[in-house]
């Protein structure tokens, strides 16, 4: 595990994050630079780079991720939906190299960076 990754330091409690739901394998955080009412980050603990990364064998990862993201936004007022994206590289916009997935709800105050 990155010893320098923010996400891997979050993960494991050296860097403060507004937890908003935990689970084996994942936790969900509230993004600090928000871009709507409710901008949550859904992190797997296990140090993957980014979509590219994932395998086969990673397919009941990525849906643990998929029904976490549904569950935390039902759970913050947005059971009748929400934005789900994942910025994929540099040329995709991620700037943590650390597999994450936005869930957005509400309106979107601005877009992404
Ligand atoms: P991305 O562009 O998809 O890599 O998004 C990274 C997101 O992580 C951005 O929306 C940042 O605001 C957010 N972020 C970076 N550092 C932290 C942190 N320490 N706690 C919470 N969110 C963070
Ligand atoms: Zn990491």
Redesign the pocket.
Known sequence: MPQDC?FCR?VRGE?P?EVVHREDGLLA?????PVARTHV?VIPDRHIADLRELSAGDADLWWQLTQAASRVAADLGHADGYRFF??VGPGG????FHL?V?VLGGAMTRL??
């Open positions: 923010v979050i860097l994050a955080i509230r993004d600090i630079n980050l994942v910025s916009g991620q700037t943590v994450h936005h992404p960076q």
